[in-house]
């Protein structure tokens, strides 16, 4: 009968070959364990493929255990995998020096398999719920989307990755027209079934895995789009909108249409442009230009997308 496998990837970081086997023997009903003998392969390895939990020796070959977890905790990327520490020494001021550095645990050698495997367990558990929380933290609770901490974190990433490979990221303002007369017309309970359809179709319009979509103050959304020029930009902008239009949400209180319309601002940022960006300034320029475009868009009319200039650093 084939072994059901516990979904979780582990890193095993030690320089003895035989502590590695123990180890994965004991660890053998993890999904994934993977294994490093020195300090710089096992930031290579984490920083490749996060580990759900890392088993890191206090003494290594080239580096110090506690010189690989302060590089860990250095990386906001890697900074929250829990950090178990596993060592013969029974010296309790390395203990107390490893679980000040931020480790979760420590365990000493010889190892007890039955105490090696709850230990893990344990951390792997409080490692999911501390993820279900953070995850919670950055979601829209009525339109599922990621909220206004979820979009600053996305648009730093990408500003920086766009800088990096030079490409363009565009970044798209929605706001739906005459909102404030809608939800005084039909209620709050309305419109915020209104919100969650408008959400849904603009997720809908996003086509590929990169592209990202977020609510922020009320009734608008802010989209990120990687790789993609100006004209791109507003061509997803403008089928935001017509997903929009095409949910035939009844709105009596617009003075443009009698079904909820949207409109929105587009900006761009050139990432060949700007080599070296300050990511939460260039994205705080980046929102401003496309409220500027959002501005120009009801100004000429509403339900429809306007490009702006791309804003200078």
């Known amino acids: 009968m084939k072994k059901t496998l516990i979904e979780a ?18 660890l053998s009903d993890y999904s994934s364990v993977r294994f490093a ?3 710089a392969d096992a930031l290579q390895l984490a920083d490749e493929e ?6 890191l020796d206090a003494q290594l070959g080239d580096m110090s255990g506690l010189q690989v977890c302060e590089a860990l905790k250095a990386d906001l990327a890697l900074a929250d995998i829990p950090v178990i520490f596993v060592s013969s020494l029974q010296e309790s001021e390395l203990e107390v020096a490893v679980l000040e550095m931020g480790a979760v645990d420590f365990i000493r050698k010889p190892f007890n398999a039955s105490q090696v495997t709850a230990r893990v367990n344990m951390q792997l558990k409080l490692k999911r719920l501390a993820d279900d929380l953070r995850q919670l933290s ?32 565009s970044v798209v303002l929605v706001d739906i027209d005459f909102f404030k007369s809608f939800e005084a017309m039909y209620g709050r ?20 895995p990169g592209d990202f979509a977020a609510r922020v103050d009320g009734d608008q959304f802010v989209l990120v789009l990687p790789d993609t020029p100006a004209d791109a930009g507003l061509h997803v ?34 990432g060949a442009a700007h080599p070296e960006p300050e990511a939460e300034a260039s994205g705080e320029l980046l929102r401003r230009a496309a409220a500027e475009g959002l501005a120009q868009a009801k100004q000429a009319g509403h339900a429809q997308a306007c490009l702006i200039a791309t804003p200078a650093e």
């Open 138 to 169: 950055r979601v829209d609770a009525l339109t599922a989307l990621p909220n206004e901490r979820a979009l600053d974190e996305q648009l730093a990433r990408e500003l920086l990755r766009g800088a990096e490979s030079k490409q363009s990221l």
């Open 189 to 208: 309970k309305v419109a915020d079934a209104c919100l969650a359809a408008v959400a849904e179709g603009v997720r809908r319009s996003l086509r590929r």
């Open 50 to 55: 996060r580990p759900d939990l890392i088993l």
């Open 9 to 26: 990837s582990l890193l095993l970081v030690d320089d003895d070959p035989t502590i590695i086997q123990v180890l994965s023997r004991i």
């Open 37 to 39: 003998t020195t300090g």
């Open 237 to 270: 902008a403008n089928r935001v909108l017509e997903a929009v239009e095409a949910l035939d949400i009844a709105h009596l209180g617009s003075d443009i249409s009698r079904h909820v319309t949207c409109s929105a601002g587009v900006a761009l940022f050139d």
